[in-house]
Nanobody
Framework: QVQLVESGGGLVQAGASLRLSCTAS????????MGWFRQAPGKQREFVAAIRSAGQTSYADSVKGRFTISRDNAKNTVYLQMNSLKPEDTAVYYC????????????WGQGTQVTVSS
């Protein structure tokens, strides 16, 4: 069982930056792939970014060049650095764990709200 706790959301103006954090329970965090997803009001949840256990990263086209995912295995934490935020980035952001490294995310955090005003 893996528990995930996100933090770092908030209300910012367009162009600002935020860093989200997600801390996982358990002693095998370094072996997981981790992902960030988001869900805006009235829309389906969408992929934002992922980082594999070996450090390879991937991003949605909408955030490429603005967002950076990273991980600190010593702290069991994955981060999402979000720069040049836009109003369309407004959503609840969720982190998720792919503990089997098969691109399925079985564990999810509770979400953290990010609101970007224009």
């Amino acid at each position: 069982q893996v528990q995930l706790v996100e933090s770092g959301g908030g209300l910012v103006q367009a162009g600002a930056s935020l860093r989200l954090s997600c801390t996982a329970s358990g002693r095998t965090f370094s072996s997981y792939a981790m992902g960030w997803f988001r869900q805006a009001p009235g829309k389906q949840r969408e992929f934002v970014a992922a980082i594999r256990s070996a450090g390879q990263t991937s991003y949605a086209d909408s955030v490429k060049g603005r967002f950076t995912i990273s991980r600190d295995n010593a702290k069991n934490t994955v981060y999402l650095q979000m720069n040049s935020l836009k109003p369309e980035d407004t959503a609840v952001y969720y982190c998720a764990a792919d503990t089997r490294s098969d691109y399925t995310y079985a564990y999810w955090g509770q979400g953290t709200q990010v609101t970007v005003s224009s």
